[in-house]
């Protein structure tokens, strides 16, 4: 405790008073509220100014900074983590809001680089960039997605690696069509085929006729599916136990009340829960 002269406030009583003075020597303007204003009214008023100073001093800096940074996080892990989470849980809509729009602008700009202005489906030319993925052509995919992760992180991987002729821009029905064209024959065609003809049939209990998209004219079963009027069918899913569409499909046919249940293309049931939509 001591005594400070603050020019706002005159003598006031302090408790940092006594090391109120600046590290080049100089002291301080006031007391610690009136410093704080006053330096956040001078980096207002001069923020071009200011910017480029930091700018100059992070880069002189770089490295003793980053060291300086590193240190700092691995002393405070568990003040940082409790710091985080309480902004979390104070922000999380507005945290969940700005990252999808980051992710969005990425996929844009991504989708672009690997399309064209407006990104389309390169196969049926779909323009509705929420039903537009990053095809690999050389159908490495789930190797290469296992290495650099999938979504976002391979949109990120793309851009920091300068756009590597490794993708092109399909629709979630078009991506899946080609999946199947190169899929390896099944080992068990009779299977197959009984698979086929119990998920045509549910489809057809859910339309009423013959099976198509809710939300658009496509008929075509291999890229149809059933989708959750309400969304979260995944976690329906797990809670039912099941695993395979097979057993999604048996358990729609035994339900009494289907209106829970539609029958949407790829890109209608994808485009729903897509990485810009909230979740
Ligand atoms: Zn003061
Ligand atoms: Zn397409
Ligand atoms: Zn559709």
């Given amino acids: 405790m001591g005594t400070f002269e603050c020019r706002i406030h005159g003598i006031v009583i302090d408790k940092d008073c006594t090391e109120r003075l600046h590290r080049n020597g100089r002291t301080y303007f006031g007391c610690r509220p009136c410093s704080i204003e006053r330096g956040r009214a001078y980096r207002k008023a001069n923020r071009v100014k200011c910017n480029e100073r930091s700018r100059l ?6 490295s003793s900074r980053k060291e300086k940074r590193i240190t700092y ?4 892990r568990d003040l940082l983590r409790a710091a985080w989470d309480r902004y979390y849980s104070e922000n999380s809509v507005s945290i969940l809001e700005k990252a999808r729009a980051r992710s969005q602008r990425l996929k844009v700009e991504v989708f672009r ?71 390896p024959p099944s080992k068990n065609p009779r299977r197959q085929a009984l698979e086929a003809a119990l998920k045509r049939e549910t489809l057809q209990m859910l339309t009423g006729g013959i099976p198509k998209c809710e939300d658009c004219p496509v008929d075509d ?29 048996s358990h729609v046919r035994k339900l009494q009340d289907k209106s829970d249940f539609a029958v949407r293309c790829y890109n209608h049931n994808s485009g729903k829960r897509s990485w810009t939509k909230p979740v």
């Avoid at 001093?57 to 770089?62: L, M, Q, V």
């Avoid at 291999?222 to 499909?249: A, C, F, K, P, W």
């Fill in 221 to 249: 079963v291999r890229i149809l599916t059933v989708d959750h009027v309400h969304g979260g069918g995944n976690e329906h899913r797990r809670s039912l136990g099941m695993t395979s569409s097979q057993s999604m499909y």
């Fill in 113 to 183: 680089a690997y399309s064209k202005e407006v990104p389309e489906c390169a196969s049926c030319r779909e323009p509705s960039i929420d039903f537009l993925t990053l095809d690999h052509i050389g159908n490495d995919g789930s190797s290469h997605r296992a290495e650099i992760g999938s979504g976002p992180k391979t949109w990120n991987w793309a851009k920091r690696n300068e756009y590597p002729p490794l993708f092109q821009v399909l629709c979630f029905n078009c991506n899946f069509l080609k999946y199947l064209s190169v899929k």
């Fill in 73 to 76: 996080v691995d002393n405070n």
């Fill in 57 to 62: 001093y992070s880069k002189a800096n770089a």
